[in-house]
């Protein structure tokens, strides 16, 4: 192979690498039903997230509706953690039902403080928003230029988004409650795994790929609570679009696919991400002393958020390739393709005694994610979720604790958009629990 072909295929290599392992990395960020979680706090998680006309405590004001806080009597400080186990299998024409079993954990506060009788409440809050970790282990099933395998490979991905927000709410008369927050938005990916590419004259080819990127944005929440009288509650909630420009590098060897021992490579990136903003409405109706049900619906603008992903490249470290390509940085757009969302959530609240109450809910939301372009590292296909919980409160002291479990999910691939084959005829089943306990105390 002659020496400046050989290194245009290698540069082309990284783009393409680059471009298609974020995409995936991405789109794994969605975990449940969406890229939000399905409620914030144990008793908003054991609601299956249906809160937005209620959000009664300072961590489900600012998760779901602002307008929430105005409803705080006293100063509140909410302290919590969650622990999320995700199991599934995938099958191909190398794996047959291939596992994935990871763990993991993530803190959450908030706290809310009324401004005297100004009729005013603000609130402070650090929130994970979305927390995935993949993890699965795979035969590399033959694909590629020249039918590549690089053996059994780990599959890894790891993505985090954490909000830390300020907001406030004002209390208008009996009926009417108005609220905002602003929020600075964390955004962590990495992976490492092997890629095909798709979308350039090197389309099809495979590498070994280690990325790490992240990047800060802000968003802003909008809601209103309307309470025409002790038994309803009506709310409504927006919250914007949030753009992060995530920064860091990618590693990787393409050496395999060129069958070269070893090629290794190494570039800064940069990548646009956009997350969907989301309209959401609904009602509670305490229709007995005890017993308060809520419905939600929640939309999702997955298609405009998620339909391509731009990536920058540059810093290129490698002298050769950067002179063979006559510069050191390169761009390139990956399609994704999602679809819009529609999240049905509904709960239910039982007051047992003056201490202790039990809650239950349900949520529906359907797979964003396209059959053509599925794969196990997109695999955010979850649609039914139920969850129950319980809480006791004692004087200035509260104790929640909730669970949640997203139903086995299964999508197949019949005829992959994917290059190479690779995932033509696969099937990808996920299932994921959820636990989670929250502890307050009013000042």
């Known amino acids: 192979m002659p020496k400046n072909h050989s290194l245009n295929r290698i540069h082309i290599s990284y783009q393409i690498t680059i471009a298609m392992t974020l995409a995936v990395a991405l789109s794994q960020e969605t975990h449940a039903s969406s890229l939000f979680r399905n409620g914030s706090g144990a008793r908003s998680m054991s609601l299956t997230g249906a809160d937005v006309a209620v959000a009664s405590d300072p961590l489900?004001?600012?998760?779901?509706?602002p307008a929430g806080l105005s409803y705080l009597a006293q100063p509140e400080l909410q302290v919590g953690a969650t622990v999320g186990y995700v199991h599934g299998s995938f099958d191909n024409a190398a794996n047959n039902g291939a596992a994935l079993n990871k763990w993991g954990a993530f803190p959450e506060?908030?706290?809310g403080l009324p401004l005297g009788e100004s009729g005013i409440t603000i609130g402070l809050s650090f929130i994970t928003e979305a927390a995935?970790?993949?993890d699965w282990t795979c035969n590399d099933a033959p694909g590629g230029l020249g039918a590549v395998s690089y053996g059994r490979q780990t599959h890894r991905s790891d993505i985090t988004v954490l909000r830390s927000a300020l907001g406030a709410a004002v209390k208008l008369g009996d009926h009417w409650s108005l609220g905002a927050s602003v929020g600075l938005v964390y955004n962590d990916n990495k992976l490492k795994a092997p890629y095909i590419f798709q979308n350039t004259p090197l389309a099809g080819a495979k590498t070994l790929l280690d990325l790490n990127t992240d990047g800060l944005g802000v968003n802003a929440q909008f809601g209103a609570i309307y309470k025409p009288n002790d038994r309803w509650q009506f709310g409504v909630s927006y919250?914007?679009?949030?753009s992060v420009r995530s920064r860091g590098d990618a590693n990787g060897d393409v050496g395999a696919q060129l069958a070269l021992p070893s090629v290794p490579f190494h570039y800064d990136a940069q990548v646009n991400n956009h997350f969907p903003q989301m309209a959401t409405a609904g009602a509670a109706w305490q229709f007995h002393p005890r017993w308060r049900v809520s419905a939600q619906l929640d939309w999702i603008n997955w298609s405009d958020s998620f339909d391509r992903l731009p990536v920058k490249l540059y810093n290129g470290s490698n002298a050769a390739v950067n002179g063979a390509m006559g510069s050191s940085t390169v761009e390139d757009e990956v399609p994704l393709n999602w679809k819009d969302q529609f999240v049905y959530r509904t709960g239910i609240e039982f007051a047992a005694s003056e201490s202790w109450k039990l809650r239950a809910g349900y949520s529906y939301g359907n797979s964003p994610v396209p059959d053509a372009t599925l794969t196990?590292?997109?695999?955010?296909?979850?649609e039914h979720t139920i969850g129950i919980g319980a809480g006791w409160q004692g004087g200035r002291y509260s104790l929640d604790f909730g669970y949640q479990v997203e139903l086995p999910a299964e999508q197949s691939v019949g005829t992959s958009a994917l290059r190479s084959g690779e995932y033509n005829n696969s099937r990808t089943d996920i299932q994921i629990h959820w636990f989670s306990i929250t502890t307050s105390v009013k000042f």
């Open 60 to 65: 489900g004001a600012m998760y779901a509706n």
């Open 109 to 111: 506060a908030a706290f």
């Open 132 to 134: 995935l970790s993949a």
């Open 239 to 242: 919250r914007t679009e949030t």
């Open 376 to 382: 196990p590292m997109t695999a955010s296909i979850t």
